[in-house]
C-alpha cells in the first residue's frame, strides 16, 4: 500500500463518512451552505491522501477519546476498504450537543 488514491475523492469521502458515524458519540457530519465546507473533505500531501472531517458530538462525549477513536476507524475503513492508506485523518467538532 502506497496511501495513492485510485478511487475518487467522492467515494472516499463517502467511506470516511460511514465510519465516522458509526463512532458511539458522534452525532454526524456538519455541513454549511460556504463555499468548500463539507463534512468530509478529502485531500493530498506528497500524493497521499488526507482526510478532514467536520463532526457534531453528543454531549458529555470525551472530544479526545473520540476523535482518536475516529480517525483510527477512518484509516482502518479506508485501508480495508479501498486500499489507501491516510497520511493523517483530522477531526474538527464544530457542533456539541444537545444537553
Given at each position: 500500500?502506497?496511501?495513492?488514491a485510485t478511487i475518487s475523492p467522492d467515494?472516499?469521502?463517502r467511506y470516511?463518512?460511514?465510519a465516522a458515524r458509526e463512532v458511539e458519540g458522534v452525532r454526524g457530519l456538519v455541513e454549511s451552505s460556504l463555499h468548500r465546507h463539507r463534512g468530509v473533505r478529502i485531500g493530498s500531501n506528497d500524493g497521499r491522501v488526507t482526510v478532514?472531517?467536520?463532526?457534531?458530538v453528543e454531549w458529555g462525549a470525551s472530544i479526545p477519546e473520540l476523535g482518536r477513536e475516529v480517525q483510527e476507524r477512518v484509516?482502518?475503513?479506508l485501508t480495508r476498504m479501498a486500499d489507501v492508506e491516510p497520511?493523517?485523518?483530522d477531526v474538527v467538532v464544530d457542533e456539541i450537543g444537545p444537553q
Open positions: 500500500m502506497d496511501g495513492h467515494i472516499l469521502a470516511a463518512g460511514d478532514e472531517l467536520h463532526l457534531g484509516a482502518a475503513y497520511a493523517s485523518v
